[in-house]
């Protein structure tokens, strides 16, 4: 029997899609927004911070972070995470550069080593936290996951069309 979907049905937005763009504007604008705030920091992208079994630490994303992280590696030509067996970041290309500088999620953007300036306090940047979990509830995520399997799980959302 053939498809009874009308041409107009065909044409309505999809409200998942909907929720997924207006989450990826707004983990933007935060990040915008983080970038505006008057804390000093001076980055020299030592990637001293992208060592995970180095620092002892993994940044933990929000849904949306994960989303845009996953769309970034997605523009920079990849459909699965790249592998790396040091211990490292994943993203972090062999030429010490990060695959997604410019939608590197938040804690990348926080947490910067002595070097640079040391984190930002919590207290500096907790409205800005607040909302990423709050898109992290919109979007149905389970909350702040490590950004290895975050972004890899979101990798594969999209290519089974998620
Ligand atoms: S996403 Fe980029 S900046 Fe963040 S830890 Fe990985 S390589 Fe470093």
Same mark, same amino acid.
């Given at each position: 029997?053939? %498809?009874?979907?009308?041409?107009? %049905?065909?044409? $309505?937005?999809? &409200?998942?899609?909907?929720?997924?763009?207006?989450?990826? =504007?707004? #983990?933007?604008?935060?990040?915008?927004?983080?970038?505006?705030? &008057?804390? =000093?920091?001076? *980055? $020299?992208?030592?990637?001293? *911070?992208?060592?995970?079994? $180095?620092?002892?630490?993994?940044?933990? $994303?929000?849904?949306? =972070? /994960?989303?845009?992280?996953?769309?970034? @590696?997605?523009?920079?030509?990849?459909?699965?995470?790249?592998?790396?067996?040091?211990?490292?970041?994943?993203?972090?290309?062999?030429?010490?550069?990060?695959?997604?500088?410019?939608?590197?999620?938040?804690?990348?953007?926080?947490?910067?080593?002595? /070097?640079?300036?040391?984190?930002?306090?919590? %207290?500096?940047?907790?409205?800005?936290?607040?909302?990423?979990?709050?898109?992290?509830?919109?979007?149905?995520?389970?909350? &702040?996951? /490590?950004?290895? #399997?975050? @972004?890899?799980? =979101?990798?594969?959302?999209?290519?089974?069309?998620?």
């Amino acid at each position: 029997m053939k %498809s009874m979907k009308s041409p107009r %049905s065909s044409r $309505l937005p999809d &409200p998942a899609a909907i929720l997924r763009r207006e989450a990826l =504007e707004e #983990v933007r604008a935060i990040y915008r927004e983080l970038e505006n705030r &008057p804390v =000093e920091r001076n *980055c $020299l992208r030592r990637t001293e *911070c992208c060592q995970f079994k $180095l620092t002892g630490r993994t940044p933990q $994303l929000t849904k949306g =972070e /994960a989303l845009l992280a996953a769309r970034a @590696v997605r523009a920079a030509g990849r459909k699965e995470m790249p592998e790396r067996t040091d211990g490292a970041c994943p993203l972090l290309r062999e030429n010490g550069a990060c695959l997604i500088y410019q939608d590197r999620p938040f804690g990348c953007r926080t947490h910067f080593c002595a /070097a640079a300036g040391g984190p930002y306090a919590r %207290s500096e940047v907790v409205d800005l936290i607040r909302r990423l979990e709050a898109i992290d509830t919109r979007l149905s995520g389970d909350g &702040p996951r /490590a950004l290895p #399997v975050a @972004v890899r799980d =979101e990798l594969r959302l999209m290519e089974r069309g998620g």
